[in-house]
């Protein structure tokens, strides 16, 4: 499980640093507006295209994590309603013993 994490962890690290190093070389560049979007777009579609496996790879691994966590929850949601209702049981039952007493 630690592998896992610091695959994602280091997937999302990559993608805000490629992020950021288009936004830098968006705000310091020596060309007009025009050429600098038409190299961004450009720049951005090799990106996607080059590292589309390693994204999706990552997608699904949060997925699964996802799913996991959601299956965990739920077996825990079950198994404290299960509980409650056990002392709801035990304490209808230490009722229904009291009140076979008749004291009249």
Same mark, same amino acid.
């Given at each position: 499980?630690? @592998?896992?994490?610091?695959?994602?962890? +280091?997937? /999302?690290?990559? /993608?805000?640093?490629?992020?950021?190093?288009?936004?830098?070389?968006?705000l310091y560049?020596?060309?007009?507006?025009?050429?600098?979007?038409?190299?961004? *777009?450009?720049?951005?579609?090799?990106?996607?295209? @080059?590292?589309?496996?390693?994204?999706?790879?990552?997608?699904?691994?949060?997925?699964?994590?996802?799913? /996991?966590?959601?299956?965990?929850l739920e *077996?825990?949601?079950? @198994? +404290?309603?299960?509980? /409650?209702?056990? *002392? *709801?049981?035990? @304490?209808?039952?230490?009722?229904?013993?009291?009140?076979?007493?008749? +004291?009249?």
């Amino acid at each position: 499980m630690s @592998k896992d994490k610091s695959s994602i962890g +280091f997937g /999302l690290g990559l /993608l805000a640093g490629v992020v950021g190093g288009i936004i830098a070389g968006v705000l310091y560049a020596p060309r007009p507006g025009s050429e600098m979007r038409a190299k961004v *777009k450009e720049t951005i579609c090799d990106l996607a295209e @080059k590292h589309s496996p390693a994204v999706n790879e990552a997608k699904r691994q949060a997925l699964d994590s996802i799913d /996991l966590i959601k299956y965990k929850l739920e *077996k825990q949601y079950k @198994k +404290f309603g299960n509980m /409650l209702k056990s *002392k *709801k049981m035990r @304490k209808a039952k230490e009722l229904e013993d009291i009140s076979d007493y008749d +004291f009249n």
